[in-house]
Every structure is written in C-alpha cells, then in structure tokens.
C-alpha cells in the first residue's frame, strides 16, 4: 500500500513565453503583456491544490541590460496582478547568471540556470514540495531538462514562447499548443475545461 504523501505539490511556470509574451529582456511593467489562459490554468491548478512557483533565468540580468532591482520591481507587479484575480503565486526563483555573456559576479557557470536544477531543487527545500507530483510548464528544452534533473513527475512543453520542434514536443511529457488547452489536459475537471 501507497502511503499518501503529506508534501505539497507544485506548478512550476517558466515566465518569459509560458505567463507573458516572449520580448527581448523584458524588464518594465509596460511592456508585460500576460499570454492568455494563464490565469485560468492557475486557478485550476491551485483548485487542484498545487502552488504556483515561477522558475526563471534573467540573463538580462548577467548582461546588465537591467538590474536585479528592476526585475523584483516587475516581479512584485507581476504577483500582484495574480493576487488582484484571487491566485496567491507561492513563490519566484530566478537565475541572473550567465556563463559567458554575464559581466562581474553573475558571470557564473550556475547550477540555477536552467537547464540546471538548482532553482527548482531550492523552491522544494523551501516549501516542502514533492517535485515527483509536480508539474513544471516551460517553452525550451533547457525548461524539461531541469525538470528531468529535479525529478519532476510531469515536465510540458507548451507553444506559445518559442517555436518547438517535433523532438522538443517527444521530449515531453505532455505538449499543449495553448495554455487553454494545456488546462483541459492537465485538470479536465476543473470548471470551463470539455
């Protein structure tokens, strides 16, 4: 017998091309243009009892196109939209390193950068999650790989970031065009899915 685990359990969401349209270092509040379905697939997934934890790399940061101030300034924005439909976002992890192009200390060869796992690893520390019930919705390749090197139950790629390629799509557990059909997959109970 199966003993149920007393862990919560995650929806982890890639950010630039999973929640907003997909711009160039997006960094201010102007230009955040949330991609549709977002917020009822979170409603569902938090019906469902999974919180919501955004897992995302910030090279911009690295780059110095913005600084890491800006980008919590966006980011608390970006919560508050959720909160101002009645979904509480658990969390956000981000990475502002990068290997080659970062300037100063965030040129770093990482393990949070995905596809390292160290982001998704910390948010299961921190909250107690149980990332094998998980489920983690990116738009690259890198998103699934560190989902796999997490052990992350169901890893989805979804349409609406960048253009996916067939192998992408066979590398996932699951592939939705859009998140609205991403939410009929992932939760058909959940009101508004057929």
Not at 30 to 38: A, H, K, L, N, S
Not at 44 to 67: C, D, K, M, P, W
Not at 112 to 119: A, D, I, Y
Request: net charge negative.
């Amino acid at each position: 017998m199966q003993i149920p685990s007393s862990r919560k359990k995650s929806l982890f969401l890639d950010r630039d091309g999973v929640i907003n349209v997909e711009k160039d270092y997006l960094h201010r509040i102007q230009d955040f243009e949330f991609i549709d379905g977002i917020f009822e697939l979170c409603q569902a997934a938090s019906e469902a009892g999974f919180a919501l934890i955004i897992v995302t790399n910030q090279s911009g940061i690295a780059r110095g196109y913005y600084t890491e101030r800006q980008f919590q300034h966006l980011m608390t924005w970006v919560l508050a939209e959720f909160a101002r439909r009645g979904l509480t976002m658990t969390d956000y992890f981000y990475c502002p390193h990068h290997p080659t192009k970062g300037t100063g200390h965030y040129r770093v060869d990482c393990d949070c950068r995905k596809p390292g796992p160290q982001m998704l690893l910390d948010a299961a520390q921190k909250y107690d999650l149980d990332l094998s019930q998980s489920i983690l919705v990116g738009d690259k390749r890198t998103d699934l790989q560190a989902g796999h090197a997490a052990g992350i139950g169901t890893k989805v790629l979804v349409g609406t970031g960048h253009a996916v390629s067939p192998e992408d799509q066979q590398a996932a557990d699951m592939y939705a065009e859009t998140l609205t059909a991403l939410k009929t997959l992932l939760f058909p109970e959940s009101p508004g899915s057929h």
